[in-house]
């Protein structure tokens, strides 16, 4: 989930409507007695052999985020590598995909594509986004994982770590992380994300609704539509 508003303006204080999923089932998972908190959570997600082979996910969706005075719906198309590359089209959806805007995200760059030009993003607004879908990886649990309680500390060189918490069969049902502004650098968002609406793909269990906010306020949603999986 990145921070689309930085794409299509200043940052937003809530989004009020909801948002659901319609015909996707529960996906059942059965907890084991005598497991330890990292690998009921690798389990839970597909296994440690899967996770291990996973390259990159994508998906289609729709994004709903409130902006000054304004609420945007938006789709979006993404693909991220963990902890590496990701890149997102996003465009209003009652403008249509002429509208279409790009984030590419590099290991050491970061770019803007607008009708047809291509322009690096302040060094901000990279590293705040650079740090967003940092999500992604800690939530395919890629990060180096310890135990906290009742959930997992997840860790990731040049990445802020994100605390993740499970569900009684071990899935991650929320994450939280303090990312920097992509305005002021020297100024960090709190960052909680939750996460259901789950379904199974290439044995990947994964949410389709991500919920966040910031700085404790509604903030942005994301319903995935179709979603796959790479493997290596």
Known sequence: MSALPTVYGARGPAINRRTAIAGLAAVPIRPRGGEGTVARAERAIGGRALIDRVRAIRWTGEAE???????????????VEPFSRARSVSWVKAQGRASARTMEIEPDAAFVLREGARQPMPPAQAAHERQQFGLYGHLL?????????????STRPGFPPARLRLSADGRVVAAEMTVSDPGEAARTIREQVGLDAWSVTRGLVWPRRLAMRQD?????????????VELA
């Open 65 to 79: 985020l409130a902006m000054p005075g304004r609420t945007l719906v938006l789709r979006v198309e993404t693909r």
């Open 141 to 153: 649990l890629k990060g180096a994982l310890q135990p906290a309680a009742a959930m997992l500390l």
């Open 216 to 228: 404790g306020r509604r903030y942005f949603t994301l319903v995935i539509d179709t979603f796959d």
